[in-house]
């Protein structure tokens, strides 16, 4: 168990961290820089990589121990100061809808009975009447076309952009620490990670000018390449704070890489001329709960992180683990 427990311990993001330096050079001295108060999350997708399940239950809504993914990255929003939520969905997401309305019965039923614990875990998942706002994406055109279908609701300020397949475990939590960095330079910034040669086609790429350790200046970027046409292998994951110019600018970008209207592309446009584009290196534990063995891993992270569950479930992982040792 103690192996489990301190492999927990370090997914949860606590990992050595050099700071980040103020005052890097040229970087929002004298810059008066907007509050960022809204978020977008683009939940349109199909989920087929977790078909069947996802044929009739939005991926969003999938379960990481007992809190469906959306749920970290509406709470993550709200740690970093978030006070409006835009979901752009599509066909088939009502449960979504559903998730974060009030359920007058369930909570009636609860306080009946009693359980008052219950009902204060509900409370995080009750939102404000007129905080959340739907809009659809009618057409599946790229995370790019989705985050502009929201360009009405978002305006012209700041905003940020959450994927809620992107699931970071940290003490503080990503997009908090996005916002303080932010609070430096301005401009757009993008989450950062390096990741293995081979794993670049799998995401956006930065082209480093600067590198200043958490914080990196982009020279350009590139929607999945190859290993041998990345600029770097410092990989976009899915947390950003953009300016409402990258909205402008995906009005008219054509087709990127797939096929697909990428916000890689609009975001890349700001990096002509004087860049005021950021890469973030943050502090945590960053799981693709697009893929299944992410979100397995993730769940065996989230479970073992859990005071209730991981003496329980810690024993049951080491019994696994010898059990698969003896019979090799
Ligand atoms: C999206 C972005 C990509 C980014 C990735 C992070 O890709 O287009 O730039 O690196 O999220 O998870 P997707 O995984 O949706 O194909």
Same mark, same amino acid.
């Given at each position: 168990m103690v192996v489990f427990v301190a492999i927990a311990d370090s $997914? *949860? +993001?606590?990992v050595a961290y050099s700071g $980040?330096?103020? +005052?890097? =050079?040229? #970087?929002?001295?004298?810059?008066?820089? /907007? /509050?960022v108060s809204k978020a977008v999350f683009p939940v349109a997708g199909l989920g087929t990589r977790f078909l069947p399940a996802t044929k009739s239950i939005p991926k969003e809504i999938m379960t990481l121990v007992d809190r469906p993914l959306i749920q970290y990255a509406i709470d993550e929003a709200r740690a970093a100061g978030i006070k409006e939520f835009i979901f752009v969905t599509s066909r088939g997401k009502s449960a979504l809808e559903d998730y974060f309305d009030n359920a007058p019965e369930l909570e009636s039923e $609860?306080?009946?009975? +009693?359980?008052?614990d219950m009902l204060e875990i509900l409370k995080d998942t009750n939102m404000d009447s007129g905080a959340i706002a739907y809009v659809r994406q009618n057409r599946p055109m790229g995370l790019g076309h989705a985050v502009w279908c929201a360009r009405r609701l978002i305006g012209n300020?700041?905003?940020a952009v959450l994927l809620p397949d992107? #699931?970071?475990a940290a003490e503080t939590p990503c997009l908090q620490q996005m916002v303080e960095a932010y609070a430096q330079t301005g401009g757009n910034m993008v989450a950062a990670m390096e990741v293995s040669p081979e794993r670049t086609s799998s995401y956006g790429v930065l082209d480093i000018a600067e590198d200043m350790g958490s914080i990196v200046r982009v020279k350009g970027m590139v929607e999945k390449p190859k290993a041998a046409d990345a600029p770097s292998n410092l990989a976009v994951i +899915?947390?950003?704070?953009? =300016?409402?110019? #990258?909205?402008?600018? $995906?009005?008219?970008i054509k087709q990127g890489a797939g096929g697909e209207i990428q916000l890689t592309d609009a975001i890349a446009e700001e990096t002509k001329g004087e860049s005021n584009v950021f890469g973030y290196r943050f502090r945590g534990q960053r799981y693709d709960c697009g893929s299944k063995a992410g979100f397995l891993q *993730?769940?065996?992270a989230f479970g073992l992180a859990r005071p209730d569950l991981r003496d329980e479930f810690g024993v049951y992982l080491n019994d696994m683990v010898a059990m698969q040792k003896a019979a090799q």
């Open positions: $997914l *949860a +993001g606590r $980040l330096k103020k +005052g890097v =050079s040229g #970087v929002g001295t004298q810059m008066k820089i /907007k /509050k $609860l306080r009946r009975k +009693g359980k008052t300020e700041p905003f992107d #699931v970071i +899915g947390r950003y704070i953009l =300016s409402p110019k #990258v909205l402008t600018n $995906l009005n008219r *993730a769940t065996v």
